[in-house]
């Protein structure tokens, strides 16, 4: 996995239809009881307005850096106004979002105190979306899909989100191959049918299933008949503290445990995970990834109040020092570096082909690993083995020699190094301690003069005797000749 793929985000235009709304916060402080009635007195203090509902999906996307275009319909009243206007101040595309004089548009209106909710009043007439709406979709749905490259369907059971309207929408992406992502609702889920990913949580897995599923076994049972019923490729039931259960293409439960966070409000988690699968998958990520990271999105807007958003910096900084992206790119690794700097940290480099990796290497990782906290392991790409040993190597790709090397507890990062040495990525990323064998010391090394240059210093470890790669390819080879 590359952390690197998310600075694709910004290319991204994703296409986000649902029921929009808005979230009022009146902060204050309560101090006293009513003498009216046994009721607490709350001193405003604060009054703000946030987009809620699929505003709130909208307002995720735009701050992970990607394009949106809306498609909705709230009213003409004031708070519809303001929704539009919010959305414009935030670039993105309201053409296709209808306003109409028979919607009120919804209001959820939460009184605060001490970031504690202590009251919500709801503003809202439940109504299918009209058919003046489902025309105004249909007979522009060439023009809403344009440059799209991931729809998002959120689903608040207010209305908008139509058996007839959803099926346009996903049949019609599945056939210009965009994929679409369900966050749905209420018991009837053939409208989502045909999607890419859906992603109940267990309440909502529970009522579409009309059953009181408890066990790990009737998670993945019941989830199983509503991924293959409805023919959705992807499962993804959402679960709090522990985390995301996907049912994919193998048809088996796949756990994703959360990430340990202080929770402090878990409002708009749901969204925060749509938006982060939509923008993932939009990059390029496995949906087992997508799972990953949603969680890492989820811990952090849960540690904040309100409706709450994370931006492309915070996904990344979770990520990388999260420990389940270990391979990285060298603008990510610089990143690293500094913040590992920054808070006083000892970083360690050491780099090699490491074809058919063996219990030498492993060795001089474990050696490495003793001289900081941080341990980069610089791997030379296929182009670059061919230049070192030749044309028959190396033995094992790249990619899978990079998946071995993120395999290995002691090693915290992975960069590929296109040149023979490693002088261009200790410029860029300025080690504390390179590490090499001992049958490195006293030869003359190009990289020495770039180390002393900036204060580093360069450690020489003892091998595992008898151990090398070349030694064992010239085993199997008397083996099996």
Not at 49 to 63: E, F, P, Q, R, T
Not at 294 to 314: D, Q, R, Y
Request: glycine share 8%.
């Amino acid at each position: 996995m590359n952390a690197e793929f998310l600075h694709n985000i910004k290319t991204l235009n994703i296409l986000v239809i649902g029921d929009f709304m808005v979230d009022k916060y009146i902060e204050g402080n309560v101090s006293r009881i009513s003498p009216e009635a046994p009721v607490p007195v709350l001193e405003v203090t604060n009054k703000i307005s946030k987009l809620g509902g699929a505003g709130n999906v909208v307002n995720n996307i735009a701050m992970l850096g990607a394009k949106v275009r809306t498609v909705g319909c709230i009213g003409l009243d004031i708070d519809g106004q303001w929704i539009k206007g919010e959305l414009n101040s935030k670039d993105i595309d309201t053409n296709f979002l209808m306003q109409s004089e028979n919607v009120k548009t919804i209001v959820k209106t939460r009184l605060v105190s001490k970031k504690q909710q202590f009251l919500r009043c709801d503003e809202e007439v439940i109504q299918d979306a009209s058919d003046e709406f489902y025309g105004f979709v249909s007979e522009n749905i060439d023009s809403i899909f344009e440059q799209v490259d991931v729809l998002i369907i959120s689903d608040y059971g207010k209305g908008t989100i139509r058996k007839d309207i959803a099926q346009l929408l996903i049949r019609y992406a599945n056939t210009k191959h965009i994929v679409s992502v369900v966050d749905p609702k209420g018991t009837d889920y053939t409208k989502y049918s045909g999607a890419f990913v859906c992603t109940p949580n267990m309440n909502e897995l529970r009522q579409v299933s009309r059953k009181n599923i408890k066990t790990e076994i009737e998670i993945e049972k019941n989830g199983r008949k509503l991924k293959e019923g409805l023919q959705i490729k992807n499962l993804m039931i959402t679960r709090s503290e522990k985390g995301i259960s996907l049912i994919g293409n193998e048809n088996i439960k796949k756990d994703f445990p959360a990430i340990e966070k202080d929770v402090v409000d878990v409002t708009g988690a749901g969204d925060t995970v749509v938006s982060v699968v939509a923008v993932c998958l939009g990059v390029g990520y496995t949906i087992e990834e997508c799972c990953i990271v949603a969680n890492i999105a989820a811990s952090i807007v849960c540690s904040k109040f309100g409706t709450s958003t994370l931006s492309l910096n915070e996904l990344i900084s979770s990520i990388i020092t999260s420990g389940e992206f270990k391979e990285i790119d060298l603008q990510v690794a610089k990143y690293i570096v500094s913040g590992l700097h920054e808070k006083g940290k000892k970083l360690v480099f050491t780099n090699g082909c490491f074809d058919l990796l063996h219990a030498g290497h492993i060795h001089s990782f474990l050696q490495a690993k003793k001289f900081g906290d941080v341990l980069i392991v610089a791997v030379n790409s296929d182009s670059s083995v061919k230049k070192i040993k030749g044309d028959k190597r190396p033995i094992i790709s790249q990619e899978n020699r990079i998946k071995m090397l993120c395999s290995i507890e002691c090693v915290d990062y992975v960069v590929v190094m296109d040149d023979t040495t490693p002088e261009r990525i200790l410029k860029i990323l300025q080690p504390d301690i390179v590490v090499k064998g001992k049958d490195w010391e006293g030869k003359e090394m190009p990289e020495k003069t770039i180390i002393e240059s900036y204060g580093g210093s360069m450690i020489f470890i003892d091998l595992e005797k008898g151990l090398s790669t070349t030694n064992i390819i010239n085993r199997i080879s008397e083996v099996y000749n």
